[in-house]
């Protein structure tokens, strides 16, 4: 592992062990590289991880969190979400965040169903590796702004960071229902400042790169991430699990 790659991996496992002190705690998990990375992370720090995955019947993300952890065997529960209830509780999420925010409203939805799941397992805090995308290029949104140059993607780094910093308040107060506490390590001031030095190149290649994320993907096969997982092309929470879609018919 070359220089970068040892401080990053350090970096992780200092935010996550100042930001983490419960060492019983659930993953989200939808079997990408980022959910992937911060759970074989935490494993391999001694942490008692169980995955959590959520989704409607079928999803993307329960079939192929289920796929990568044939190879990891870390204790996985998954929660179907029934059609008949969605349109109700996705309606009073709604009402409680009060925003028309789309994609704060399916991300909310989303840790809903994660954190009555994580109360249904008696676990009280729920990490997650939200951060990643923002931080290292991990949205279509950079390879727009990557003829910009390195003042463009910054710019859309701090929007990001800053709207995913708010959305995450709104998601604690969603999961506070079930008393779980929603814990995103990766947006911790020191981890931001620490991604931030990181080269853009390191990050993404040119405005064609469907990729992304390269430091983290090299970093996730590293460490033994599934291959799999660590060539898996973004799929975003509200998609993978097919609440975007759910969400778009009850409107």
Known sequence: MDEMNKKLLDTFKNSISETVKE???????????????????????????????????????????????????????????????????????????????????????????????????????VVTANGIDELFCGYNAYREAFSGGESKINEVMIAKLDNELKMMKSVNIIASEFGVNILQPLLTSKFIDYAKTIPISEKIHDSEDLYRKHIIRKLASEVNVPELSCTKRKKALQYGSKIHKALLKTR
């Open 23 to 125: 060492k019983k705690i659930g993953i989200a998990f939808s079997g990408g590289v980022d959910s992937t990375l911060i759970s074989k992370i935490c494993s391999d720090m001694n942490y008692d991880i169980t995955l959590l995955t959520i989704g409607f019947p079928e999803s993307h993300d329960i079939l192929f969190a289920k796929e990568v952890n044939a190879y990891l065997k870390y204790s996985h529960h998954t929660l179907e979400i029934d059609s008949d209830t969605f349109p109700t509780i996705s309606s009073k999420i709604r009402q409680i965040i009060n925003t028309d925010n789309l994609s704060w409203n399916e991300n909310c939805i989303a840790f809903y169903y994660v954190s009555k799941l994580a109360n249904s397992l008696d676990l009280d805090t």
